[in-house]
Structure formats: structure tokens, C-alpha cells
Nanobody, 124 residues
Framework: QVQLVESGGGLVQAGGSLRLSCAAS????????MGWFRQAPGKEREFITA????????YYSASVQGRFTISRDNAKNMVYLQMNSLKPEDTAVYYC?????????????????WGQGTQVTVSS
């Protein structure tokens, strides 16, 4: 089992920044690739970004490319999501997830473990 706990969400004005953190515990962190998803009210949970186990390869959805940055610190069992130039449409619950195989990194089904989520609200 891998336990994931997100933090760092909150209320921010449009154009502002937030940094989300995800703390992992349980099985060996470097056995897993990591991703972030988000879910807005009334919408499906959508892929945002993913990073491979060593932090060399990263992937982004078109909606956040150039504004969001994923990173990980394997020594601390942490993964981060730096969010800049936030827009009201970024408002959602943000979830951290772990996958043993990153072949289908944008699919929810590819991820084995999920955190409980952290709310991000962007005001206009």
C-alpha cells in the first residue's frame, strides 16, 4: 500500500500562484511514477501532469502546459505541483496519484493509489 496526502490548496486570485505538495508513505516511493489530476464540480476527473520515477520525464495536459510544473524529491518522498498564472477554470479538487506503469499516464485507470485531494479555488 501507498498512502498519499495532499496539501497546499486554498483560495487564490486569478493570476496568482499556489504550490501543492503530496507526501507519500508506505512502499518504496521510487517504485512509482506520480501524477496529478483534478476534478471540478459536475465534471470528470481529468489528468493534469505526470512525472516518471526518477523525475526526468514529465507530461502535461494542454490546459496547464506552460503554467504548471510537476517535480519530485525522492529523498523526501514528496511530489509537488507548482501552479502559476492561475485561472478561475483551474478551480477544482486536486488529487495526487501513484502508478507502477506510466504507459497510459493520462488515464485514471493507470494509477494504483490516490490521495484524498485538496481544494483549489481561483477567484476572478
Amino acid at each position: 500500500q501507498v498512502q498519499l496526502v495532499e496539501s497546499g490548496g486554498g483560495l487564490v486570485q486569478a493570476g496568482g500562484s499556489l504550490r501543492l505538495s503530496c507526501a507519500a508513505s508506505g512502499r518504496t516511493f521510487t517504485n512509482y511514477h506520480m501524477g496529478w489530476f483534478r476534478q471540478a464540480p459536475g465534471k470528470e476527473r481529468e489528468f493534469i501532469t505526470a512525472i516518471n520515477w526518477i523525475g526526468i520525464s514529465t507530461y502535461y495536459s494542454a490546459s496547464v502546459q506552460g503554467r504548471f510544473t510537476i517535480s519530485r524529491d525522492n529523498a523526501k518522498n514528496m511530489v509537488y505541483l507548482q501552479m502559476n498564472s492561475l485561472k478561475p477554470e483551474d478551480t477544482a479538487v486536486y488529487y495526487c496519484a501513484a502508478a507502477s506503469d506510466l504507459s497510459d499516464y493520462s488515464l485514471r485507470a493507470a494509477y494504483d493509489y490516490w490521495g484524498q485531494g485538496t481544494q483549489v479555488t481561483v477567484s476572478s
